[in-house]
Nanobody, 124 residues
Framework: VQLQASGGGLVQPGGSLRLSCTAS????????VGWFRQAPGKEREGVSS?????????IYSESVKGRFTISRDKAKRTVYLQMNSLKIEDTAVYYC?????????????????WGQGTLVTVSS
């Protein structure tokens, strides 16, 4: 099983980025997906999560609520994290991970499997 987060980059404060999470070895539609981030010198934290294709539950951390949107494209078997109104404090390596439910993958202890991260740098 391999998960891959992509779409990171350098963006100015107030800008937007869209991250993608894809998988090989499992069907991403059939599983809950969470996005996490880890800033330099800080612990990894949950950002957002979404249930499987039959579960519309979505969860957001307070720090990103109203700015980030998680979604899934069933045809492309991809989960996205649309990040708007980015702030300098959003700078981190972002990871996607999978687990049993949106609630399970909302916290670091919940996921079964983690992917490689993608770096998001918000800077002027």
């Amino acid at each position: 099983v391999q998960l891959q987060a992509s779409g990171g980059g350098l963006v100015q404060p107030g800008g937007s980025l869209r991250l993608s999470c894809t998988a090989s070895g499992l069907i991403l539609n059939d599983i809950a997906v969470g996005w996490f981030r880890q800033a330099p010198g800080k612990e990894r934290e949950g950002v957002s999560s979404i249930g499987d294709s039959y579960d519309s539950d979505t969860i957001y951390s307070e720090s990103v609520k109203g700015r980030f949107t998680i979604s899934r494209d069933k045809a492309k078997r991809t989960v996205y994290l649309q990040m708007n109104s980015l702030k300098i404090e959003d700078t981190a390596v972002y990871y996607c991970a999978v687990g049993a439910s949106a609630r399970d993958v909302a916290t670091v202890a919940g996921p079964w499997h983690w992917g490689q991260g993608t770096l998001v740098t918000v800077s002027s």
